[in-house]
């Protein structure tokens, strides 16, 4: 029995590999994702999957450790993966992304007047959603960045492998200034995507959620999307029914792999928010000096300054840090994403500061839409 791993194109395949039979397998990809204005190298946990006579044999634990050890020694900053409950926390994952559902009657969204002309995409023209998607999520935490030469497409919509079609709006001047992905569906109508250059085409984006319902005779239209997204709050205005669900185990579930990296891409980050807090209350925003991190992963300091935010590890420090913040990775990864609210971990005794008031964490990792570029999100299109 071995466990063997490959390099694939835009990522590694692991395999446990039993008397010459292929057991158990998942895929580890290499993608980029946001937290506000930085990007860390994110491994997801794809596929997993052991043949079913193999199954209850601990081979799903093998592989995932393995997998654990790859990312370290690639120099993943963080991992994600979408997973059922109550299994994936013994190796450190932790649920970060809610899941939003907004419906509205498909004839009160047909009341809608629009402008723009609205219209299939073809697949050929895919690549001209890539622009309004990278507007519309520049600041969004969680979303994936999108490459134009390493792009699938839209290859999924609310579930794994089911189809969709992409609609497009137009201006007068044959101008994308909107899309729109749906379910290829026979009974329902149910938008995974939007991406838009501005509000004014929300009308039509709406449209084609109203077009997929007439067409299969469906009362509502879903929308899955962040809470907070402005075609969400845009909505509201024609009533409509919002849902959002935060997972206590499963779901979209994220961890730090390396706790250095990720707080130094991080930095730039970080330093933005405090200066962004610096000249508002509450007070102690202002704080300066070295906050270390030390979790069951290792220790980072990073140096608050008045301009700039430096990781380094502790180790290897030259001066000790003034204030500690004690945490599991798990519950820093969800302040990260803005998933917890600093004062809900340290009130709840998660975690444990000295030396610095709570509003230093708070203004470093501010919770959900507080952080500016709005709800932690990961679009169903990318979902692995």
């Known amino acids: 029995m071995s466990v063997e791993t490959r390099a694939l194109e835009g990522g590694h395949i692991v395999r446990y590999v039993l008397g010459g039979e292929k057991a158990s397998r998942l895929y580890v990809r290499d993608c980029r994702m946001r937290v506000g204005r930085a990007v860390l190298r994110m491994g997801g946990i794809a596929n997993v999957e052991t043949k079913e006579h193999h199954r209850h044999r601990g081979f799903a634990r093998r ?18 993966l979408f997973g059922i409950s109550d299994f994936y926390e013994r190796w450190g994952y932790a649920p970060i992304f809610p899941e939003t559902r907004l419906t509205i009657a498909a004839r009160d969204a047909a009341r809608v007047p629009s402008a723009y002309q609205l219209r299939r995409l073809s697949g050929g023209e895919m690549p001209l959603t890539l ?40 201006d007068a001047n044959k101008r994308l200034a909107g899309y729109a992905v749906l379910d290829r569906s026979s009974d329902e109508a149910v938008m995974v995507e939007v991406g838009y250059r501005r509000a004014d085409v929300f009308g039509a984006l709406l449209a084609a959620g109203v077009r997929q319902a007439r067409r299969v005779m469906a009362e509502q239209v879903h929308v899955l999307l962040p809470a907070d997204h402005p075609f969400a709050q845009w909505c509201h205005q024609f009533g409509c029914q919002v849902v959002t669900h ?17 707080l130094a891409r991080l930095a730039p980050e970080l330093g933005r928010r405090l200066r962004a807090a610096g000249g508002a209350p509450p007070a102690g925003v202002d704080w300066c000096g070295g906050l270390a991190i030390a979790t069951d992963i290792g220790s980072v300091i990073l140096r608050l300054g008045p301009q700039v935010v430096t990781a380094e590890e502790a180790a290897d420090a030259a001066a000790p840090p003034d204030a500690c913040l004690d ?56 979902y692995f």
């Open 63 to 80: 592989l995932l450790e393995q997998a654990l050890v790859l990312m370290r020694q690639q120099e993943y900053d963080v991992s994600v």
């Open 131 to 170: 622009e309004l998607y990278r507007r519309s999520n520049a600041l969004r935490s969680g979303t994936l960045v999108r490459r134009r030469d390493k792009w699938p497409g839209f290859v999924q919509g609310s579930r794994w492998k089911r189809a969709v079609n992409v609609y497009g709006a137009f």
């Open 327 to 382: 945490i599991k990775q798990a519950l820093l990864t969800q302040l990260i994403f803005g998933y917890r609210s600093a004062a809900d971990v340290l009130g709840s005794g998660g975690a444990a500061l000295r030396g610095a008031p709570p509003q230093v964490i708070d203004a470093l990792f501010p919770p959900g839409s507080a952080a500016g570029g709005g709800q932690a999100y990961i679009w169903r299109p990318d």
């Open 246 to 262: 935060y997972q206590r185990s499963g779901g979209a579930m994220g961890r730090i792999v390396g706790l250095r990296s990720c």
